[in-house]
């Protein structure tokens, strides 16, 4: 499926994917939250102090740094963009490996972290790239058609 002839995703469709994606990656560090906490009420004290919130954090972090990743890795789309009809390919049309995956995760973070300023070369730039793609060297695409895959190569 192309739009308007133009397989690059646009940033409407890339938000609502990121958005799904968001809902989920928070529904499993909640669901794994809730059950340590009610491990922790039954064993004994369940306040956390600075370091254990920080090392909350930090799993937080982690876990939805993994999600990415592990889909971006091993199918190109995270279930957001497969809800959307979107993928992530390398230079060389593949999906990202774990490297490359890990580069754009952290790109991505640092494309929101200023109110979301990443995003903004997403608008002007002629393949549709954010902040994070630029720093892993990806480019998001609408899925394609079988017949008309081979248009869609990244160029460098």
């Known amino acids: 499926m192309t739009v308007a002839g133009v397989p690059y995703a646009g940033i409407a469709t890339r938000a609502v994917a990121l958005a799904v994606d968001a809902v989920i990656a928070h529904v499993i560090v909640l669901s794994g ?3 340590l906490a009610l491990v922790a009420s039954l064993v004994g004290d369940t306040t956390l102090d600075t370091a254990e919130q920080v090392l909350a954090g930090c799993a937080w972090a982690a876990t939805v740094a993994a999600y990415f990743v592990l889909f971006w890795s091993t199918a190109g789309q995270t279930p957001g963009m497969r ?10 049309g593949a999906h990202p490996r774990v490297f ?3 580069v754009r995760v ?3 973070g640092l494309a929101i972290v200023p109110l ?6 997403v608008l002007l730039d002629r393949r549709r790239r954010g ?8 480019v998001v695409v609408y899925e394609l058609q079988p017949e008309a895959a081979g248009d869609v190569q990244p160029s460098s």
């Open 131 to 138: 902040l994070q793609d630029f720093l892993a060297g990806t």
């Open 83 to 92: 809800l959307l009809g979107l993928r992530v390919v390398g230079p060389d």
């Open 116 to 121: 979301f300023a990443g995003f903004i070369p």
């Open 100 to 102: 490359r995956s890990w």
């Open 106 to 108: 952290l790109g991505l």
């Open 33 to 35: 939250g809730a059950v």
